[in-house]
Each structure stands twice: as structure tokens, then as C-alpha cells.
């Protein structure tokens, strides 16, 4: 395959319209897993997805133009499912289960749109919601990341000039290949991208996994992005997300079903899935008050997502909660995957060798990595804290809790209340890089 030039593709964008997001195959796996689930589930909810900026210093609105922001979001709304794409979901091998989506979801999936967004501009601060039924607002969170995050980007180099660009590309490139010579030196290492979601633009991303499929070999699992999965041929990773248990608890009618909503949730997952895909995603209200309360039939999954919490902290009180049950972790799997750098993947990577079996969703800091690349005195490249989040379930507000109190999303009242019924934080709160 011709590499891209992408320094020429990203000198183009000033002439004309270059759609960031090319198909709705242009997200994380785990959203399609979660979308049969919830259609075959929960198809009478109804919920609000809001873009979230958790870096208020960057005031996206006055960088990205408005104009162009709409378009990118109505050209997202006038994709569909290519024939192509459908055979490639319908046939493919997904976790090594053959045929994972169902027929009747694949028949429903094929025509499916984004719904219509809100877009306004308050305080230098877009605010962007989608409203509608859970199985089609979901859909919006991550090309709308995809979005924001690549607009900004543009505006950032729409300034420099064409060797400008090729310097700036090449620096970035000579960043990354140092980074999987460093992951070539650990052996056995199992490591996925997961970095759609505040990718600094889609050929970048494409660049970066392409880099790492050569580099790492078969240490490389594969990528979250499901087109460049497809196209790259390779494993498309991803189990389930937060939204989930956020959903399922606004819906609670009493405390004590409040408490439940995070095992519900899986009670439900496992009626779909099996084997690898079951990974336990604790922290969406606090892992120490999940673990507290689990269920031993949880201690048979294949493994954990340590999400928020510090990764070796959050990683040792899995190991002994899986003692305490009977369970020997060094046949369970810790899938780490919150803010990693090069550096916390080596020290994590070490720290458990031989404890546990471990696997890396490397993000923001693989795809959108331009920090001290730049030929400009700018910022401007820097990733930001963006995300998109279940924000209303039915009229009720939602709330995400986290490990890292920074993180928590919703209604302070109900954050309050979260807290009340789950407990506080087991971890004190740290700075959000990205």
C-alpha cells in the first residue's frame, strides 16, 4: 500500500470540503455491540447525548468555525451502511464467534442515520445535544468527537505553510516510531488502538495503526475504529462503555434499584455475548463500591477494565478481589485503558508481568500525540479533554461518578445523591490531561 501524504491532504483542506467522517463504520466496535443489545433490550428509551469540554481554558467555539462544524455534522447524517460494509459485519469473525450481529439487527441496521442535532454557541462553548431514541442518539457520540477534535486541529495548521506541514508530519512520525521501538523491547505485550474518539484527524489515526500493525506484528490486536479494522484487516476491539449502566440507573425507581443497575447491565450483556467480550467496566459509579457488591458470578468473566482509577492501584484491587473469590488472576485479563503514555504502559506493563494477563487500549496519546512537534509556538495541538455523554435518560438526569472525582458528569444535586448510595471516591482527583 502508497502511504499517504498527508501534509498534501492536509494542505488541501483549505480548498475544499474533505469529509472527516467517511462512513459510519467510523467508530468504536463496542458502540455496535451496545446498539443490538439496547435495541433488542431498551428500544422505547429515550435519552440526551451533550458534548462535554473538559477543558474550559480552550474555548472551542472561538477556533473552530461554526459553518464548518455544521457541515462536517450534516454530511455525518447523510451516510449510510454501504452494501460493502453490511457483508463485511454479516461474515466476518468478531472475538471468534462467527456471525456475532443477528439478522434482524443487521436488516434494521442498513438503514440507519444520525438523527438531527442542537447546535449553539454559549460563552465561547459549543453545546451540542442529540435528543431522540437511545438506539439512534448513541450513535452520534463518537463521529461528533471525531469532529469537534479534527476541526480544531485544522484550525491549528491552517496557518502553516506546505514545509511547514512536512516538517510538522515528519517530527510526528519520527515521535511515533520512537514509541513502538520502546513497545518492541516488552516482550509479550498485547496492546489495541483505541483512539478514535480525540484523534488529532482520520489519516493520522490510520497512519498511527498502520505503524503499529508493522512494528508490533501480531503483538498489535487490532483497532477500536471498525472501518480501519475493515480496511486494515484487522481485529475490531471493544466490549461495552459507560452509557450503559448510566442509562440503566436514571431509569431506577427506588435506591435499592439504583444499587443494582450496575449488575443488571451485565446480566443483560451476557444474554448477547460470551467468552472474550465479557469484561467487567467497573468504575462508571466507583470500582471500590462495585466490588463491594458483586456478585460471585461476576469473578468467572474473562476479565476487568480498570478504567479511571490509577492503573496499578485499580489493577492490585481487582487482583485481590479475584482472590477473595476463589478466582487465580493470572488466568483473568486487566484491560488497561485511561489516558496511557508510553511510560504507564512500560510501568504497568512490568508491574504485572507474570501476575495477570494484560492488554493496552492506547488513545489520545497514540492518535492525537503532537505535543513539542509543532515548528509554531502554539498550543493549539495539544489534546483536550473532550467527551460526549449520556446527559438525560427518559426526562431524569444521568450521572457518571468515575474513579477520578475530575471526571464525574451530571446534575450536582444527582451527583450528590450518586455519591450518597455508592460512596465516595476511593481515589483522590487528579488532573485530566485528556
Known sequence: MVATDISTRVWNHTFKLDPIVRSLLDTDFYKLLMLQMIRGLHPQVDVT??????????????????????????????????????????????????????PDFLEWLADFRLPPYELRVVDGQFELDFHGSWTDTMMWEIPALAIVNELRSRAAMKDLKRFELD????????????????????????????????????????????????????????????????ETDLEAIGTNAHELPMVLAALAESETALRQAPYEVLREWQSYY??????????????????????????????????????????????????????????????????????????????????VRMSFGWGTNLTNDFRGVSPMPTAGLDPISLVCKVAEVNGRPAVKLSDNPA?????????????RVFGEAAYAERELAV
Open 167 to 230: 516538517v510538522l508530519y515528519a517530527r510526528a512520525k519520527a515521535k511515533m516510531w520512537e514509541k513502538v521501538e520502546r513497545l518492541q523491547a516488552l516482550p509479550g505485550l498485547r496492546i489495541s488502538d483505541f483512539g478514535t474518539r480525540r484523534r488529532h484527524s482520520f489519516l493520522w489515526q490510520r497512519w498511527c495503526v498502520e505503524a503499529l500493525k508493522e512494528g508490533l506484528g501480531d503483538r498489535f490486536l487490532g483497532s477500536s475504529n471498525v472501518l480501519l479494522a475493515m
Open 274 to 355: 460470551d467468552g472474550n467480550l465479557l469484561i467487567v467496566l467497573p468504575d462508571t459509579f466507583g470500582t471500590a463500591s462495585f466490588l463491594k457488591s458483586a456478585p460471585p458470578w461476576l469473578a468467572r468473566w474473562t476479565g476487568f477494565r480498570p478504567d479511571s482509577a490509577p492503573p496499578i492501584e485499580g489493577g492490585e484491587e481487582i487482583i485481590r478481589w479475584w482472590r477473595s473469590m476463589g478466582e487465580d488472576p493470572r488466568e483473568k485479563l486487566l484491560v488497561f485503558s485511561d489516558g496511557l503514555d508510553i511510560d504507564t504502559i512500560e510501568k504497568v506493563f512490568r508491574h504485572f508481568s507474570g501476575r
Open 49 to 102: 447525548f451533550s458534548l462535554i469540554n473538559r477543558t474550559r481554558r480552550v474555548r472551542l467555539a472561538e477556533l473552530i468555525d461554526e459553518r464548518e462544524l455544521r457541515a462536517q455534522l450534516d454530511h455525518a447524517r447523510s451516510l449510510r451502511f454501504t452494501k460493502r460494509e453490511m457483508i463485511w459485519l454479516a461474515g466476518n469473525t468478531f472475538y471468534g464467534t462467527r456471525q456475532i450481529f443477528r
Open 407 to 419: 471526571k464525574a458528569s451530571g446534575d450536582p444535586a444527582e451527583i450528590e445523591r450518586y455519591r
